[in-house]
C-alpha cells in the first residue's frame, strides 16, 4: 500500500495497545529506519491522517530514540569504534549466516540467494 492510498483512508486514532506497540517498536530502530519513519510519519499527506496528539505522541517517541541513537554513536566514535558506529547507524547487517552469505556474494549471485530463501519461506506462493 502506498502513502497515497493510506491518506485516501481518512483519520487514524491510536488505542493505548497501539501506542505501547509503536513505544517499545522505535526502541529497535536504527539510525537509518528512524529517518525514514520519521520522513514517513511527517509526509504531507499522511500526517493529515493521524491525530494532532498521536503524531506528537510519535515524534516525541522517535525524539527519544534519536538522542539514544546519537548517545551511542558519540559513545562509539570516541572509542574510534567505526565498525560499531556503523552498526548504529545502519543496524546489524543480517542475522543468519545465510544472510551474511547473500551480503558477501557477489551482486547477481546476491539477488538469486535472495529469491531462493524467499522461494524456501514461501513468499511466492
Known amino acids: 500500500?502506498?502513502?497515497?492510498?493510506?491518506?485516501?483512508?481518512g483519520?487514524?486514532?491510536m488505542t493505548d495497545e497501539d501506542r505501547a506497540?509503536?513505544?517499545?517498536?522505535?526502541?529497535?530502530?536504527c539510525g537509518t529506519e528512524l529517518i525514514f519513519a520519521r520522513n514517513m510519519i511527517n509526509d504531507k499527506d499522511l500526517r493529515k491522517q493521524f491525530d494532532p496528539e498521536?503524531?506528537?505522541?510519535?515524534?516525541?517517541?522517535l525524539g527519544r530514540q534519536a538522542g539514544e541513537i546519537w548517545k551511542?554513536?558519540?559513545r562509539a566514535l570516541k572509542k574510534h569504534d567505526f565498525a560499531?558506529?556503523?552498526e548504529v547507524i545502519r543496524g546489524k547487517r543480517g542475522g543468519s549466516s545465510e544472510e551474511k552469505e547473500s551480503m558477501?556474494?557477489?551482486?547477481?549471485?546476491?539477488?538469486?540467494?535472495?529469491?531462493?530463501?524467499?522461494?524456501?519461506?514461501?513468499?511466492f506462493e
Not at 1 to 9: G, K, N, P, S
Not at 55 to 61: A, D, G, H, I, Y
Open 1 to 9: 500500500m502506498t502513502i497515497w492510498e493510506v491518506a485516501q483512508l
Open 11 to 13: 483519520k487514524v486514532k
Open 21 to 29: 506497540y509503536f513505544k517499545e517498536g522505535v526502541k529497535t530502530l
Open 54 to 61: 498521536d503524531l506528537s505522541f510519535m515524534n516525541k517517541e
Open 72 to 74: 551511542r554513536l558519540l
Open 84 to 86: 560499531a558506529a556503523e
Open 104 to 123: 558477501e556474494a557477489p551482486e547477481g549471485e546476491r539477488g538469486a540467494a535472495d529469491i531462493d530463501r524467499a522461494t524456501a519461506a514461501g513468499i
